[in-house]
């Protein structure tokens, strides 16, 4: 069983920088591709980027230049670093873990930009 659970998330101006974790339990974290989604009240859960167990990424054209994922296998702990964050980047953040069959969500962590 994997549990993850995301923090860092908060309040911040537009042009602001934030940096969310989450943190991971469980043992097949260094082999799982880990994603961050986000979601609108009343939207579609939407892709933010994906960085695989080898460490290649992805990202959505919205956040690219801007958002950088990373990830740390030792401390299981998977990272989104948002710089220039824009007021439509206001949602719910979650990390995602997918291994074969296996695919856990956390609970979210809350990013509210201001204009």
């Known amino acids: 069983q994997v549990q993850l659970v995301e923090s860092g998330g908060g309040l911040v101006q537009a042009g602001g920088s934030l940096r969310l974790s989450c943190a991971a339990s469980g043992s097949i974290f260094s082999i799982a591709t880990l994603g961050w989604y986000r979601q609108v009240p009343g939207k579609k859960r939407e892709f933010v980027a994906r960085i695989s167990s080898s460490g290649w990424t992805l990202y959505d054209a919205s956040v690219k230049g801007r958002f950088t994922i990373s990830r740390d296998n030792v401390k299981s702990t998977l990272f989104l670093q948002m710089n220039s964050l824009k007021f439509e980047d206001t949602a719910i953040y979650f990390c995602?873990?997918?291994?074969?069959?296996?695919?856990?969500w956390g609970q979210g962590t809350q990013v509210t930009v201001s204009s």
């Open positions: 995602n873990l997918a291994s074969g069959a296996y695919d856990y």
